[in-house]
């Protein structure tokens, strides 16, 4: 059997017998297998009912593996098992493991999105907002939540139930004549022009984070409530207030998709569609018996459904997804009983898993596999495309196989100061988590050919070390260059680990579009070859934005130093605080002593500092 080489690693046929060898020797027993890499990282965590049989399926001399897994057990050198006393205990430590570990062939098939914020700000008349992050601003936030999608939907629902503003007006003095659209139209309250007084702003602002925190029915008992005691109060206007906001809630929940007698009830759904490159998870989020959210998965580079649905439902709840009270899946899962113990160990109340048959919950299911259905149409219809450019540029270039990983090297220079940039695009499509920049340090002149020559060489030097970020190794390098560049590079990694990977340069025409592919042996021209053409010019211009945007934050940066940071007793805090009051250089440098000392954290002191470095 030849050696086995992909995503940049050798293995050869005797190592393979050897973990073919150590597997084989493992107990008929339940447990948990840790794979690791040739540094003795953490790559993937798996279970299994029998550790010898699962774990020697790996490494069988001809087995058919997914391209998923044959790509991991490739990176494997290593590995190592823990013996348990029953199935239970292998799922709860392969939760822990991945919890701690974080294997990057087990995060894969989980969700990678940030968490989010429902903001509401400190002001006189306060704005709710979904946010991304968290500041120390001063503001009141609510979170962190998992779905963004869920979080504007929660800040919408609430602004517009209330009649809260979104525009960007400041309300501090009421100068405006007359009310915008939005109040004309009934969906703002306009404090901009006076018609509600401060306190009843407020008590708006109460009722939209009590229905966040609580929900619509909490909300719709208070309203209610305050609404009669407001009746009998003779508060007519009061009452009339408090009758439009149950109004509007009941009327945008009347739009929303509700399990029926099923109110007290939370619920997660899950279905899987595939093909026999991908599959495609579907959640869809049920709370209080309302649809609430949907979130969807694509797990490329496999077919295998089943193990898809039990990885993804069983490692779902690892990110920090709320756990519901049911949840509903398309098929049977293998450690169903399992994972409801485990899920069950982690929320007040007892949890259900189950496929329904029949009714209802059915046709929610099928609309779950509606929806991913639709998404795997999609994606094999992009993919498609992507899959024939490069082709067409695997052909171009003389390859056997296109090539998956794509780097992408630039160059940028202002005045003395030059640095690179490195672009990754994985199956013809950007993967932005994998760009790095770079500054260049041991060129003291504006030499392109010695900068990059700089970065590749950092770059090979951080894939030897294992440096995080830089483990992979690409099928193909593009240079934002000509000739030259590619001599200088080429020269770089003929005795490196880089040695065998192919490199070429890409030339532009007088009207900055991409004219070429430069070879070794000359132009390989790409205006006759449209897909080819299309996916060069966007990676190409990809690589260049992405490089510019960093040597223009890095002048921005130098010149802010340069000039607020060198005044004495001016630090980082009060240079941003001044920049934000007044929001240019300029305008710092025409302020007065007093207007300076407006910004916040600025002595009289520091603003006298200030002011006599721009006027003396």
């Known amino acids: 059997m030849p050696p086995l080489n992909r995503g940049g690693f050798c293995f050869a046929e005797m190592e393979l017998k050897e973990l073919q060898k150590k597997a084989l020797s493992l107990p008929l027993l339940p447990g948990v297998y840790i794979m690791k890499d040739r540094r003795g990282e953490v790559i993937y965590v798996g279970k299994a009912k029998k550790l010898k049989n699962r774990v020697s399926s790996y490494f069988r001399s001809g087995a058919s593996h997914t391209p998923k897994v044959e790509k991991m057990v490739s990176h494997v050198q290593d590995f190592d098992v823990i013996v348990v006393d029953s199935e239970f205990e292998a799922l709860t430590l392969e939760c822990s493991m991945i919890k701690q570990h974080r294997p990057k062939y087990n995060i894969l098939l989980m969700d990678d999105k940030g968490f989010s914020y429902i903001r509401v700000s400190p002001e006189r008349f306060p704005r709710i907002t979904a946010e991304l992050q968290k500041h120390d601003d001063g503001a009141t936030y609510y979170g ?199 899920l069950a160990e982690r929320r007040p109340g007892a949890v259900s898993i189950t496929v329904p048959q029949r009714g209802e919950r059915k046709a929610i299911v099928e609309m779950a596999y509606s929806n991913a259905s639709d998404r795997i149409k999609r994606e094999s219809g992009r993919k498609s495309k992507g899959e024939a450019a490069l082709g067409e540029l695997a052909s171009i270039l003389g390859f056997q196989d296109y090539p998956a990983r794509i780097e992408l090297y630039d160059i940028s220079n202002y005045g003395e100061d030059a640095v690179g940039g490195m672009a990754v695009f994985i199956n013809g499509e950007p993967r932005k988590s994998d760009y790095r920049r770079f500054r260049i340090k041991t060129v003291a002149r504006i030499d392109d050919y010695a900068s990059m020559s700089e970065v590749i060489s950092r770059r090979v030097g951080r894939f030897d070390d294992g440096s995080k970020g830089f483990s992979e ?93 060198d005044i004495e007793g001016i630090g980082e805090a009060r240079a941003k605080a001044l920049l934000k009051h007044f929001k240019t250089i300029e305008a710092v440098s025409n302020a007065s002593v007093e207007e300076l000392k407006a910004a916040n954290g600025m002595t009289e002191r520091s603003a006298r500092a200030v002011w006599e470095h721009f006027h003396t």
């Open 144 to 342: 962190p939540y998992i779905s963004s999608f869920a979080v504007k939907r929660m800040t919408d629902t609430v602004n517009e139930a209330f009649r809260l503003p979104t525009c960007s007006y400041a309300f501090e003095k009421i100068s405006r004549k007359r009310p915008c659209l939005n109040a004309h139209i009934g969906r703002c309250c306009a404090p901009c022009v006076g018609e509600i007084s401060e306190e009843a702003y407020q008590e708006l602002v109460d009722s939209a984070t009590t229905m966040l925190l609580k929900g619509s029915g909490e909300i719709l008992r208070i309203l209610s409530e305050k609404m009669e005691q407001a009746s009998e109060a003779l508060e007519f206007e009061r009452a009339a207030r408090y009758r439009d906001s149950i109004y509007s809630i009941r009327k945008l929940e009347e739009g929303q998709k509700v399990v029926k007698n099923e109110s007290d009830r939370d619920m997660d759904v899950f279905a899987f569609a595939g093909n026999e490159r991908m599959v495609c998870a579907d959640v869809l989020k049920f709370r209080d018996g309302i649809l609430v959210d949907k979130e969807e998965r694509v797990i490329h580079d496999t077919s295998d459904i089943d193990g898809a649905r039990e990885e993804f439902v069983t490692h779902y709840y690892l990110t920090g997804n709320e756990i519901p009270r049911e949840i509903l899946c398309d098929s049977p899962l293998e450690y169903q009983e399992q994972l409801r113990q485990w």
């Open 473 to 565: 190794k690409p099928d193909l390098i593009l240079l934002d260059g000509g000739k030259g560049h590619l001599d200088t590079v080429t020269s770089v990694l003929s005795d490196s680990s880089f040695s065998d990977v192919p490199v070429f340069g890409l030339v532009k025409d007088a009207k900055h579009r991409t004219r070429a592919i430069v070879s070794p042996e000359g132009e390989i021209a790409v205006s006759m070859h449209r897909s080819v053409f299309s996916l060069v010019s966007k990676m190409q211009d990809e690589v260049h934005r992405y490089t510019i945007e960093y040597e223009r934050k890095s002048h921005s940066r130098k010149a802010f130093r340069s000039s607020l940071l």
